[in-house]
Every structure is written in structure tokens, then in C-alpha cells.
Nanobody
Framework: QVQLVESGGGLVQAGGSLRLSCAAS????????MGWYRQAPGKQRESVAT???????YYADSVKGRFTISRDNAKSTVYLQMNSLKAEDTAVYYC??????????WGQGTQVTVSS
């Protein structure tokens, strides 16, 4: 099994910042992709940002220029620095990794609430 422990969510005013962290452990021989998804009430889960082992990144258009994803391979940890937060960023944020041999694994989710 793979365990993903997320932290860093909370309540912040619009324009503020939060940093999410997700540490992976368990049956992992290698991690290929690490990333974050989010799901707002009444909406589908959507990809926010991903990062490969080689450092290639993807961002949703809605967060480009405001969010930064990074990873510490030695710690099997992925981070999401969120700046200039908007009310529409309010959602449950889920960490996700693609690793060998278990494949895709999801975190339990952490709530981010941005007050306007």
C-alpha cells in the first residue's frame, strides 16, 4: 500500500497564500508523477498541477502564474505553493502520485477555503 499524508490546507483571505505538502510512503520503489487535483462543491475533480521526476510541470490555465508545484525526491514529497488566492480556488485539494509498483494513489484531501 501507499500512504499519502497531506498538510497545509486552511482558511485564507483572497489574495493570500497557502502551501500544501504531501509526503508519500509505503510500497514505493519509484515515483514517476506527483501532482494535485481539486474538487469544488458541485463540480468535477480537476487537475491543478503535476510534476514529473525530471521536473517537467503542467498547470491548469486557471492557476498559471499563481501556483507553483515542486517536489523533493529524497523525501518523496510534493508541494503546491498557492499565491494570490481567489474565492474560486476554494476546494478540497487531493494529492496524487503515480508510482511503481502500485500505480496511481490518492491522498485523503485537504480543504482550502478562500474568503472574499
Amino acid at each position: 500500500q501507499v500512504q499519502l499524508v497531506e498538510s497545509g490546507g486552511g482558511l485564507v483571505q483572497a489574495g493570500g497564500s497557502l502551501r500544501l505538502s504531501c509526503a508519500a510512503s509505503g510500497s514505493i520503489s519509484s515515483i514517476n508523477v506527483m501532482g494535485w487535483y481539486r474538487q469544488a462543491p458541485g463540480k468535477q475533480r480537476e487537475s491543478v498541477a503535476t510534476i514529473t521526476t525530471g521536473g517537467y510541470t503542467y498547470y491548469a490555465d486557471s492557476v498559471k502564474g499563481r501556483f507553483t508545484i515542486s517536489r523533493d525526491n529524497a523525501k518523496s514529497t510534493v508541494y503546491l505553493q498557492m499565491n494570490s488566492l481567489k474565492a474560486e480556488d476554494t476546494a478540497v485539494y487531493y494529492c496524487v502520485i503515480v508510482s511503481a509498483p502500485m500505480g496511481r494513489s490518492w491522498g485523503q484531501g485537504t480543504q482550502v477555503t478562500v474568503s472574499s
